[in-house]
């Protein structure tokens, strides 16, 4: 199975502030097709996952361009830039290259 | 707009079964696989197989083989999730999600397995 490795387990954040979150797979995401298959969810205390960015860098429609999503093979960084209150909970890189598919163990996203 | 709504909470007792149902509304249904992600409390998501819901066909991951069943009622436009011989270990809430990338996610049903 592909392993998702995102660092950091959790960050503190102050609003208004820039963040990174890391993910890196244990295999490059390119599909046969020349596509990466690797996207950031978010999930809200309570809520269900909500993606954020679709095959590396592509926003999903509604999502503020304070996300931008950057990488390549098996290295993948999602930055929020100016962080508001509402984008606090947990982010999760997943990979749908490769069966089964796996996610990343989350990076919690804290009010500093 | 798209939505899949998911059946209500469930509470059972180890041995017995459970049946979990994703509705889907604004989009054609034929047209996009459906996902069943797993999240045990205060844990991550676990991806546990998908159906073609074009042709039925279910694929599991391995460690959801045997006693979990992805089906459809295709002329419903809902997707259903059948778990067998509940453990203790069942006790998670559980996803539908839309397509590859999983653009679209239900509110989630949770199951608790308790004696």
């Known amino acids: 199975d592909v392993v998702m490795t995102q660092t950091p387990p959790s960050l503190s954040v102050a609003i208004g502030q820039s963040v990174s979150i890391s993910c890196k797979s244990s295999?490059?995401?390119?599909?046969?097709?020349?596509?990466?298959?690797l996207h950031w969810l978010l999930q809200s205390s309570g809520r269900s996952p909500k993606r954020l960015i679709y095959?590396?860098?592509n926003l999903d429609s509604g999502v503020p361009d304070r996300f931008s999503g950057t990488g390549s093979q098996k290295d993948f960084t999602l930055k929020i830039s100016r962080v508001e209150a509402k984008d606090l909970g947990v982010y999760y890189c997943a990979q749908t290259t490769h069966f089964p598919y796996t996610f990343g163990a989350g990076t919690k996203l804290e009010l500093k | 707009q798209i939505q899949l709504v998911q059946s209500g909470p469930e509470l059972k007792k180890p041995g017995e079964s459970v049946k979990i149902s994703c509705k889907a509304s604004?989009?054609?249904?034929?047209?996009?696989?459906m996902h069943w992600v797993k999240q045990a409390p205060g844990k991550g998501l676990k991806w546990m197989g998908w159906?073609?819901?074009?042709?039925?066909?279910?694929t599991y991951a391995d460690d959801f083989k045997g006693r979990f069943v992805f089906s459809l009622e295709a002329s419903a436009s809902t997707a259903n999730l059948q778990i067998s011989n509940l453990k203790n270990e069942d006790t998670a809430t559980y996803f539908c999600?839309?397509?590859?990338?999983?653009?679209?996610w239900g509110q989630g049903t949770l199951v608790t397995v308790s004696s």
């Open positions: 999600a839309r397509g590859l990338g999983f653009a679209y």
């Open positions: 095959q590396v860098s």
């Open positions: 604004g989009y054609t249904f034929t047209d996009y696989a």
């Open positions: 159906i073609n819901t074009y042709t039925g066909k279910p």
């Open positions: 295999q490059s995401l390119v599909y046969s097709d020349g596509k990466t298959y």
